[in-house]
Structures are given as structure tokens and as C-alpha cells.
């Protein structure tokens, strides 16, 4: 079965220096969700997406803005990189039949 | 700000122990969900309770949503060295929109042969 891809996998980048992480959901699922998880943390949401509409926010840092576009892929841009955000960052789909969240494998962003 | 702990954080049991482990939100949910989340792994959903009291069960994993839906509990039967990994509840806020969900605190359970 098909599962949410993340693209890329890891990435490394310098401070103040701008990343873009892609998702792809699983097919016809219509909500997309993005999360930061620390180490030893919790995800922690960041913004969620349904229909291609902004639905909810949460802890995203003006420096992030995120989108999803007519195929329902979705996109996180970071501007401005700084060390602290040195996480893994999970993208999660939902289909129109409920509201399990099915995780992507994350992208593991390094800030030096 | 909206809250969701669980306790405990760390659990250490032999095999074949039971397990339990509790989520407790400041806010009332209008569903819970749980995950669970393998070492070096991303979190795979469980299950959701959405009614006051609901009780379900999976195999040997009980899931508890309380009366009050603000909290909610997670018991493992039997513990395997399979079911290691960290447990989260992941509640959705009845005050904030419907796409938006507050992971636990986590619980990491450890099970030793």
C-alpha cells in the first residue's frame, strides 16, 4: 500500500540559510498535517492543510510558511534557519473517512 | 497553553508484565488518539476513541477515554519485547479547529526479556 513519502530524507544546512521540505500524501487523502519532533520529544503540530485550505496552526514560526498545492502535495519552507531547528519533521495525511493520521518516514534537517 | 501529559515517562517491565499508561489533557478533547512510536521510527496510528467512557481493544491493548474526555489510558497485557517503543496520546482540542492535534508527553516503554 502506498504510504506518505517525504522528500528528502535528511538535510543539512547552515544558519540563516532556507530549506523546502516536501510531502506527498497517500492518494486521496484530503488533510495533511506537519509536526517538529526534538529529540526525546513529542511531535509538536505545526500547521495542517485540508483541501488545499489552510485548516489549523499551531507552533509554526513566522520564519515557516507551508502550502499545498493542486495534486495535494504539500510544502515547508524555513527561512532563516537557525540551530534550533535541528529536528525531525513529519508530514501525516488523513483521509476523508476519518482522522487517523498516517505518518511519512520524516525529514531529519541538521542547522550548522 | 493547551496541555497533554503522560505519565509515566519511562516504564522498564519484564516480559510478560502488564503495562499502563496515562494521558491527561488541561483542555476537553473531542477525540483522542494514540500512537506508537519505534526508535528511530515515525509514530503509526493505533486507534481513536471518540465517546465519553468509550472502551476498545486490540488484542492485548485496552484503550480508555474517560467521562470527562480530558483523559485517557493505554493498558498492554502480557508485555512482548515487540510492543517496545514510545506510546503517545494525541488529543484534538474541542476549542481549536479540527485539523489540529496535541501530541502527549509519551511514555517510553522498555521490555526486558
Known amino acids: 500500500a502506498a504510504g506518505v513519502i517525504q522528500s528528502p530524507r535528511h538535510l543539512i544546512k547552515e544558519k540563516r540559510e532556507t530549506a523546502t521540505l516536501k510531502c506527498y500524501p497517500i492518494?486521496?487523502?484530503?488533510?495533511v498535517y506537519w509536526y517538529q519532533q526534538g529529540p526525546g520529544q513529542d511531535p509538536q503540530f505545526l500547521i495542517s492543510?485540508?483541501?488545499?485550505?489552510?485548516?489549523d496552526k499551531g507552533s509554526i514560526p513566522d520564519r515557516f510558511s507551508a502550502q499545498q498545492f493542486s495534486d495535494y502535495h504539500s510544502e515547508l519552507n524555513m527561512s532563516s534557519l537557525e540551530l534550533g531547528d535541528s529536528a525531525l519533521y513529519f508530514c501525516?495525511?488523513?483521509?476523508?473517512?476519518?482522522?487517523?493520521?498516517?505518518f511519512g518516514p520524516g525529514t531529519r534537517l541538521t542547522v550548522t | 497553553g493547551q496541555q497533554v501529559m503522560q505519565i509515566p515517562q519511562y516504564q522498564h517491565v519484564q516480559e510478560g508484565e502488564d503495562f499502563t499508561t496515562y494521558c491527561n489533557s488541561s483542555?476537553?478533547?473531542?477525540?483522542i488518539q494514540w500512537y506508537k512510536q519505534r526508535p528511530g521510527g515515525h509514530p503509526v496510528f493505533l486507534i481513536q476513541?471518540?465517546?465519553?467512557?468509550e472502551v476498545k481493544k486490540q488484542k492485548r491493548l485496552t484503550f480508555q477515554f474517560g467521562e470527562a474526555k480530558k483523559n485517557s489510558s493505554l493498558h498492554i497485557t502480557a508485555t512482548q519485547t515487540t510492543d517496545v517503543g514510545t506510546y503517545f496520546c494525541?488529543?484534538?482540542?474541542?476549542?481549536?479547529?479540527?485539523?489540529?492535534?496535541?501530541f502527549g508527553t509519551g511514555t517510553r516503554l522498555k521490555v526486558l526479556a
Open positions: 494525541a488529543g484534538a482540542p474541542v476549542t481549536s479547529g479540527t485539523y489540529k492535534y496535541i
Open positions: 483542555t476537553t478533547l473531542s477525540n
Open positions: 492518494p486521496r487523502h484530503d488533510t
Open positions: 501525516a495525511s488523513s483521509p476523508p473517512t476519518g482522522e487517523e493520521q498516517y
Open positions: 492543510f485540508y483541501e488545499k485550505m489552510q485548516s
Open positions: 476513541l471518540v465517546k465519553s467512557g
